[in-house]
């Protein structure tokens, strides 16, 4: 079995990027999945005076270990204002100041949805920029649009967009053999 973790990078109690990385990281075979809820990592605004005083909270230490006992991850990013949320920002950035490369390595299936026709393209782009400067291998990444409309209560509806999922997430089950 392989340990995947998932991860609506969202703190929406609702949030269908947390519902679509839990879909996609169950059609990995073989797969133990692990979902992280934002919500129970919950950290104060980063500030380097806040460091200072109080050190590191533990749920930085906390992410960085669910990120180490993984053997891929599938991370789906929610979209404001065409950039990663204020939790997912926060949360990375005192789980960097423990340690910098805090992807660890590990395969990364990359993806966003929106109910935008642009599934949160922007912020998919921007991340996967950023992950080799962070240790994350992303081995593949997909965008949904208009998540209401391709997501249904078994998944994603629309065959084309259907099979160039499964196609990706054949190439993350890859990156785990290899
Ligand atoms: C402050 C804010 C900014 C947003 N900016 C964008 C955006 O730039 N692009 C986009 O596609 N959707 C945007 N949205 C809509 C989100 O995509 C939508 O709320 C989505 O449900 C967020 O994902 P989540 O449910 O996983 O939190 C924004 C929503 C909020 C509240």
Request: charged share 20%.
């Amino acid at each position: 079995m392989n340990n995947i973790l998932a991860i609506g990078a969202s703190n929406s109690s609702k949030s269908i990027n947390k519902k679509f990385a839990s879909y996609v990281a169950h059609q990995v075979k073989d797969a133990n999945v692990s979902v992280v809820d934002l919500n129970q990592l919950e950290l104060p605004v980063y500030s380097p005076d806040l460091e200072a005083k109080s050190g590191i909270p533990q749920n930085a230490r906390t992410f960085l270990r669910l990120i180490s006992e993984a053997d891929a991850i599938v991370l789906s990013l929610a979209e404001h204002n065409g950039n990663v949320t204020a939790a997912f920002k926060n949360l990375w950035d005192w789980t960097s100041r423990v340690e910098m490369k805090l992807w660890q390595d590990k395969p990364i299936l990359l993806m966003a949805t929106s109910p935008g026709g642009r599934g949160g393209a922007s912020v998919l782009n921007i991340v996967k920029t950023l992950m080799p400067h962070f240790g994350g291998k992303v081995v593949a990444d997909f965008s949904l649009p208009l998540f209401g409309t391709n997501f249904g209560e078994d998944g994603v509806t629309d065959t084309e967009l259907k099979a160039q999922l499964s196609a990706k997430i054949t190439l993350l089950q890859e990156a785990m053999i290899a």
